[in-house]
């Protein structure tokens, strides 16, 4: 993975933060397993399954804290 | 999704707080899973099985962090 | 729940903000959960299932973290 | 639980900090779960399964987190 | 473990600080289990099972805040 | 648990404060089931289940949150 998909976690708004989160946490799983054909398979798994989409959500949550904390919150 | 539902992390009070925290959850949800069909399959398991239950309330937690980080902890 | 349940996150003492986080915790269930005929029917599971019980434990610790921050840690 | 348990999150040492982030999981523990009976019942069972202690242990490093911030991390 | 593999935390994109995550989360891995030939029994499972795949997700968004504050979250 | 090994949270290096996350991992695992006969029982299932594995991941990520913050993440 050579592109830059992350060159800033600075976003205009909480939203744009939000949505910025869902990437991180979407490349975090890519990163821990890359294989295209796997992370297919594993995707009905994953968002179908109550417990695995709790877990995925609570990763979107991490990750949001991170990213709203680099935005000092938006704070005008 | 490109209505705008988080347009600001900043609420009057710690209770409009935590209830923005859990929008931002059940939002989390949503963009993991965004077929309404599927979601409303998983929402009797993940609110009617006790550890779904408290992984989804771990989540707002989580966003209730931030939050209140974001509103100062609405110290006066 | 239109009841005012959390005016503030100050409290007097460590102890008190540690009580507060438990409330914290028991109502991000109950937003997650509102029907209390299911809650009722889950607590048993929740508080007698080793992993569910630290699962609800941990919502606790994280609870507790934000109103530690948000007393500034009782500091003098 | 009228007694005083937690009058402080100030320790003299990060080790006595330590102990004190065992103290209030466990607190935190038996606020949810107040039956000692119970609680007998289920502590072979999280200090002996892998997966519960590996819980119980999140529980003891996330308090531990909040006490070190309150000490300001001891640091002279 | 003699080798020098963390000398900062500090890095000079977002991204390169988000690959730096993934670094310290298969480190924390290997010490906890550093027999090579039972983690590459393991790694099938880890990443091709839905929960397990999250919880190492969780992982990477976990230690990504602590490099991102180390960062100051590459604000200029 | 009278001996003292935990005097400080500072480290030099940011691996020597990785690898003190280690420890203060496995000490909460020791405080938490302080029987050595359990634990030696228990160790290559924590270490040999993908997710008991992850979850002692988690741990040690936790702490190095903490230890990196009390080293001001070792920025010069």
């Known amino acids: ?4 998909w992350l060159p800033t976690l600075v976003t205009d708004t ?5 949505e910025l989160a869902i990437t ?3 490349r975090g799983v890519k990163y821990t397993q890359p294989d295209p054909e796997i992370l297919k398979r ?3 798994i994953y968002s179908e399954d109550a417990k695995a989409l709790m877990a995925a ?3 979107v949550a991490i990750n949001f804290q991170t990213i709203a904390a680099a935005n000092n919150y938006w704070r005008k």
């Not at 909480?14 to 939000?18: C, L």
Request: overall charge positive; aromatic content about 6%.
């Open 57 to 59: 959500s609570q990763i």
């Open 42 to 44: 594993l995707r009905p």
């Open 24 to 26: 991180l946490s979407r």
């Open 1 to 4: 993975m050579t592109d830059i």
């Open 14 to 18: 909480p939203q744009a933060g939000f």
